[in-house]
């Protein structure tokens, strides 16, 4: 028997952690990395070496800021007044907070109701999105409603649907820390205006934004989180369940739902 060199070893428990770490990504619908710019790799906390993993470990810094804990509502709203709703969109329209804006058609800030009990935040616009200015009207947004209307037996109208960033990352990549850090002002204003009873989280980013730490889904779907004192139920993200479209991914997310319109109706 060969004994392996101390190289080896380590090699192969290199090896052991890039194979763990893929299948977590591959558990939250990853399907592609994107490498990062020098100049964003240098700005990013994270000092993972390029290389395929950099861009998905920046992603994962990006949802890391912890959300503010402050009894003032306008907290972690720099800039931003205490605007009504309607005021905030209107602000949003002309933002050009991040490098986002150049590329976008249409910010897309959110819908729905106003008084809503349930709110559901995804992670950032995609094509459609950008092309018509309102949120998950794509094939994500497709079975995002069919899941409200016919699962949770409730009109899309009734709930509100907004984003962790307002306006759609190039090629649709995960949203960086600096946009995230420019759009959550946004976010935080959403949620205090509308008031929901519960947050469902839509995937990785916005339930680690919510969160305040970086989380991996597989392991936080389906449990109560909370931010600001509103219960968050986190679930699979609408994109990663077409990608994955399995039996049981769709009875993981229905079981989530289910336990968010629960609460949202007995509490
Ligand atoms: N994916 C999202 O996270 N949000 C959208 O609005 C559409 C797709």
Redesign the pocket.
């Known amino acids: 028997m060969t004994v392996p060199t101390e190289n080896e070893d380590s090699l192969s428990s290199i090896l052991r952690s890039a194979h763990v770490l893929l299948k977590e990504f591959m558990d939250e619908g990853v399907d592609r990395f994107q490498a990062l710019p020098n100049h964003v790799l240098r700005t990013e906390k994270t000092s993972a070496a390029a290389g395929p993993e950099a861009g998905q470990a920046t992603s994962v810094e990006t949802v890391a800021t912890p959300p503010s804990t402050s009894a003032d509502p306008s907290a972690g709203l720099p800039g931003l007044p205490s605007l009504s709703l309607e005021e905030l969109r209107a602000a949003s329209a002309n933002c050009t907070n991040c490098q986002l804006a150049e590329g976008r058609t249409h910010v897309?800030f959110g819908e729905g109701s106003p008084n809503a009990d349930i709110m559901f935040v995804?992670?950032?616009?995609?094509e459609q999105?950008d092309l018509r200015g309102i949120?998950?009207?794509?094939r994500?947004?497709e079975l995002l409603t069919g899941m409200i209307e016919k699962g949770m037996g409730i009109g899309r109208q009734d709930v509100y649907i907004c984003?962790v960033v307002k306006c759609r990352p190039p090629q649709n990549r995960t949203p960086l820390a600096e946009e995230v850090a420019s759009c959550r002002g946004f976010l935080d204003a959403q949620i205090q205006r509308v008031a929901p009873k519960v947050i469902v989280a839509?995937?990785k980013p916005a339930t680690s934004l919510l969160m305040g730490q970086a989380v991996a889904i597989s392991k936080v779907r389906g449990t109560w989180q909370s931010y600001r004192g509103i219960p968050v139920m986190p679930t699979y993200?609408?994109?990663f369940i077409l990608r994955q479209y399995t039996a049981e991914n769709r009875r993981l997310v229905w079981q989530d739902l289910k336990t968010a319109l629960e609460k949202s109706t007995t509490d």
């Open positions: 897309v995804g992670e950032g616009p995609g999105e949120p998950f009207c794509g994500a947004g984003n839509l995937g993200h609408p994109a």
